[in-house]
C-alpha cells in the first residue's frame, strides 16, 4: 500500500466498504468535508466565476458517487499514490469532462489557440537558437550552401537531442517548448530544486554544444 | 499518436510526488516527451497543488512553507457547503454562512517585480522589489548558486537594498527569494536567478 493519510484511506474505505446506506451516506459526508477545500480549489482554478466553479463541483461530487463510487475505487488499482495528488488528478479531469458536456469543446481551444498550436515551434529549432547556432528556421535564402548548411545542423541537433535520456529531453522541452521558468519546472517534475536545474540546463545546453562541435558544426553559417 | 494511450491518474500522482520507482519515472518521462497533453495536464496540475515543500514537508536550506490562512467564517463556510448545499445546486446557503471568497483558494504567493528571474544585473544599486501582500515583514534570502547563504533581511516594506557590505562576484549567478512573515501565515515568492555583469 502506498503513502496515504491514515486518516484519509480510513475516510475512503469507510465510504467504500459501507453496508448500510444510512452509514455510507454519513461517511460519504465526512469524506466531502474533508476534501471539499481540494474540490473547490480545483474547480475554482478552470474559471468562468463562482456560478460555473459551484456547478462544477456538484457535478464532481455527483460523478465521484456514480456507479457505487467507481472512480474512487480505481484508486486502489492505479498505485495508491498520495490520495490528494491522486484525488486532484481525477476531479481536473472530472471538471474537464464537465466543461466538454457543456461546451462540446476543450476548455479553453480558441481559433487563437489552435494556431498557436500549429506554429509551435519544434524543440530543435529553439534549443538551436538558445545555443546561437544561427537562425535555423529564418526565411530562407536563396543560398544553397546556407541551406545545406542548415539542414546538417538541424540534423546534428536532431540526433544530439534523441540521444539524451527522456528526463533531459523533458526538461529542454518543459523550458523551451512549453516555456516554463525553471521553479516551474522543478515544480512539476523530479527534477530537483530550481538551484539544480539552472546547473542542470546549463550542463545540458554545453553538452549539446560540445556534441555539435565535435560533429564539426560550430554554427549554421557555411 | 491519436492512438497513443496516456498516463494514469496514479502515474501522473506518483510523478509529481516524487514516489515513482526509476523504472515508472522512465515511463512516465519518456511518454510526457511525447504527448503534448498528458504535459499540459502535468503543467497545470503542479499549478494547482503548489510548491512541492508545500505537498510533502519543508525541504532544503530555504524555509518554504505556504500555508493557507483560514478566516474562520470562510472555514465554516466550507463546511456549510459541504453539508447544506443540495447535489447539483447553486442556491443559497444557510443564513450565517458564506462561499469562500474569490481569492481564498489562491495559494499564497508573493510576486517579485525586480529583478526578474534570469536577469543580469550590476551590483551597484541592486534593489530587490516585489508586490505587496497583507502581512507586516518580510524576509528577503539570497544564496549563492551553491544554496550558500548570504544575506537575509526582515522588512515592513517590499523594496530592499542589497547593503555595500554584501560583496557579489562579477559574472557570479545568485538566488533570492521573499517570505511573508505573519502570525501563523506564510508565503513565498519563486526562487528567481539574477546574474551579476562582468
Known amino acids: ?222 | 499518436m491519436e492512438t497513443m494511450e496516456h498516463l494514469t491518474a496514479g502515474q501522473l500522482a506518483g510523478y509529481l510526488d516524487a514516489e515513482l520507482d526509476a523504472t515508472q519515472r522512465l515511463v512516465v518521462e519518456s511518454h510526457l516527451d511525447a504527448c503534448v497533453e498528458c504535459r499540459g495536464e502535468l503543467i497545470d496540475l503542479a499549478r494547482i497543488l503548489g510548491p512541492k515543500s508545500a505537498r510533502a514537508g519543508s525541504l532544503g536550506r530555504i524555509r518554504a512553507s505556504a500555508r493557507w490562512w483560514v478566516p474562520a467564517a470562510v472555514a465554516a463556510g466550507l463546511v456549510g457547503l459541504a453539508l447544506f448545499a443540495p447535489q447539483g445546486s447553486t442556491g443559497p446557503l444557510p443564513e450565517g454562512l458564506e462561499r469562500p471568497g474569490a481569492d481564498f483558494f489562491e495559494s499564497a504567493r508573493i510576486t517579485t517585480v525586480a529583478p526578474f528571474d534570469g536577469a543580469t544585473t550590476s551590483v551597484s544599486n541592486l534593489v530587490f522589489t516585489w508586490r505587496a501582500l497583507a502581512t507586516e515583514t518580510y524576509r528577503l534570502t539570497l544564496l549563492t548558486d551553491t544554496g550558500e547563504l548570504i544575506w537575509t533581511l526582515d522588512t515592513p516594506d517590499t523594496v530592499a537594498i542589497l547593503p555595500r557590505a554584501i560583496v557579489l562576484s562579477p559574472g557570479a549567478s545568485y538566488f533570492w527569494r521573499v517570505e511573508a512573515i505573519a502570525d501563523g501565515i506564510s508565503a513565498t515568492s519563486d526562487v528567481q536567478r539574477l546574474e551579476i555583469a562582468r
Open chain 1, 1 to 222: 500500500m502506498g503513502p496515504m493519510s491514515g486518516s484519509h484511506l480510513l475516510g475512503l474505505q469507510a465510504v467504500l466498504h459501507a453496508t448500510d446506506p444510512l452509514d455510507q451516506r454519513e461517511a460519504w459526508a465526512v469524506f466531502v468535508r474533508e476534501h471539499s477545500e481540494l474540490l473547490l480549489r480545483v474547480a475554482r482554478r478552470m474559471g468562468g466565476g463562482h456560478d460555473a466553479a459551484m456547478d462544477r463541483y456538484a457535478f464532481v461530487l455527483e460523478s465521484l458517487q456514480q456507479d457505487d463510487f467507481r472512480r474512487l475505487r480505481c484508486y486502489f488499482a492505479d498505485g495508491e499514490r498520495k490520495f490528494s495528488t491522486w484525488l486532484t488528478v481525477v476531479v481536473r479531469r472530472l471538471c474537464l469532462d464537465h466543461h466538454r458536456h457543456r461546451y462540446g469543446r476543450p476548455q479553453g481551444e480558441t481559433a487563437a489557440s489552435a494556431q498557436r498550436r500549429a506554429e509551435r515551434r519544434n524543440l530543435v529549432d529553439l534549443v538551436s537558437d538558445e545555443l546561437s547556432l544561427g537562425a535555423l528556421s529564418a526565411p530562407g535564402s536563396d543560398d544553397p550552401d546556407l541551406e545545406i548548411r542548415r539542414n546538417e545542423v538541424s540534423r546534428a541537433l536532431e540526433c544530439a537531442l534523441a540521444c539524451l535520456p527522456a528526463s533531459e529531453r523533458l526538461i529542454l522541452r518543459l523550458r523551451f517548448e512549453d516555456d516554463l521558468s525553471v521553479p516551474e519546472i522543478a515544480r512539476a517534475t523530479s527534477a530537483g530544486s530550481p538551484f539544480r536545474l539552472y546547473r542542470r540546463i546549463d550542463r545540458l545546453l554545453r553538452d549539446l554544444k560540445a556534441a555539435l562541435e565535435e560533429s564539426g558544426i560550430d554554427d549554421a553559417s557555411p
